[in-house]
């Protein structure tokens, strides 16, 4: 089933207690989304689980923002920067190796 966002100049204001939680596999499908992201989103429980994550992604954000974003994630799990431009800072590899 594909999903698109429908902007509808309805703004939706958080209580001060929300907060938005989901979990996605490697590949960026849904594995879980808490009580708010469910509401926030307009999906029903049912819906989000296996879809992609940006089925949220409102259409001015680029495409590709989610990949970058579980990309930077991965490979701060792995102990080193995504890519040099964006942490212009010395790292270490897991051996102790400089990157420099």
Not at 72 to 90: D, H, I, M, N, S
Request: with cysteine; proline share 8%; net charge positive.
């Amino acid at each position: 089933m594909k999903y698109r966002v429908q902007p509808n100049d309805r703004e939706k204001t958080m209580r001060e207690s929300d907060f938005i939680v989901s979990k996605t596999d490697l590949q960026g499908r849904i594995a879980y989304g808490n009580r708010i992201f469910i509401e926030f989103s307009g999906y029903t429980e049912a819906e989000p689980p296996g879809a992609q994550h940006d089925i949220i992604r409102h259409p001015d954000m680029p495409c590709g923002v989610f990949k970058f974003l579980r990309d930077t994630l991965q490979a701060e799990k792995l102990g080193r920067p995504a890519c040099a431009a964006c942490f212009p800072t010395r790292w270490s590899e897991p051996s102790g190796r400089s990157n420099r």
